[in-house]
C-alpha cells in the first residue's frame, strides 16, 4: 500500500464516538419504566432479569466509555499519514534537519508516539472484544426470556450494523498501523543514509 492509499484509507475509517452512540441508540438500555420504548416488551421481563440485565448493561456501559475514547487513534493515523507524506518530500528534497525532526517527533512526541498508539490500537480491540462478549451475554438472556417475534424484532434493529462497523474499525486500523510501520522504517532509515 503506498502513502497515497494509506492516506485515503485512514480517512475512510469509521468514526467511533458515532458508531458507539448510535449502537446504544438502537439497543437495549438500562430497563425502567421510562425507557426502552422502541421495546415495551422488555417491561414484561421478570424483576430478576431486569436486574440481571441492567447490571450487565451498566458493565457494558462503562466499557463503551473506552470505546468511545478511542476515536483518538484516529486522529493520530490522520497524523502519520500527512507527517509520512511530509516525511518522503523532505527525504527526497533532501532536507535532512526536517527529515529528523519529523522522525524525532513521531518516536518521541507524547501524543504520538507510535509505541503508545500500537497499545492503544491493542487496548481498543481487547475493550471491543469484552464489549462484543457482554453484548452476547445480555443477548443471550434476553433470547431466553422473550417470545421468538420478539427476540426477531429485537435483533432485526441496526445496533448489529454498528458493532459491525466497530469491529472493521478495529481490523482497519491493526492494518494500516502495520503499513504505516514499514514505511515510517523505510523513510527513516533513508534519512540516516542521507547523513
Known amino acids: 500500500m503506498n502513502l497515497r492509499e494509506l492516506k485515503k484509507e ?91 525532526m519529523i522522525t524525532n517527533r513521531l518516536l518521541n512526541d507524547d501524543f504520538l508516539k507510535m509505541k503508545n498508539t500500537i497499545s492503544d490500537i491493542k487496548s481498543f480491540d481487547e475493550n471491543l472484544k469484552e464489549f462484543t462478549g457482554q453484548y452476547h451475554e445480555i443477548n443471550k438472556l434476553l433470547e431466553k426470556k422473550l417470545s421468538l417475534d420478539e427476540v426477531l424484532f429485537l435483533m432485526d434493529l441496526p445496533h448489529k450494523k454498528y458493532l459491525y462497523n466497530l469491529t472493521e474499525t478495529s481490523k482497519k486500523q491493526k492494518k494500516i498501523v502495520r503499513h504505516i510501520g514499514r514505511h515510517f522504517i523505510s523513510l527513516a532509515k533513508k534519512t540516516v543514509l542521507n547523513k
Open 10 to 100: 485512514v480517512q475512510e475509517l469509521g468514526d467511533i464516538s458515532k458508531d458507539i452512540n448510535k449502537f446504544h441508540d438502537n439497543w437495549v438500555k438500562p430497563i425502567r419504566s421510562n425507557t426502552n420504548k422502541h421495546l415495551p416488551f422488555l417491561k414484561k421481563l421478570p424483576e430478576e432479569v431486569k436486574d440481571e440485565v441492567n447490571k450487565k448493561i451498566y458493565l457494558m456501559q462503562k466499557n463503551s466509555e473506552n470505546i468511545r475514547h478511542s476515536q483518538i487513534i484516529t486522529n493520530k493515523l490522520n497524523f502519520y499519514s500527512r507527517y509520512l507524506i511530509e516525511l518522503k518530500l523532505t527525504t527526497l528534497n533532501g532536507d535532512r534537519k526536517k527529515s529528523e
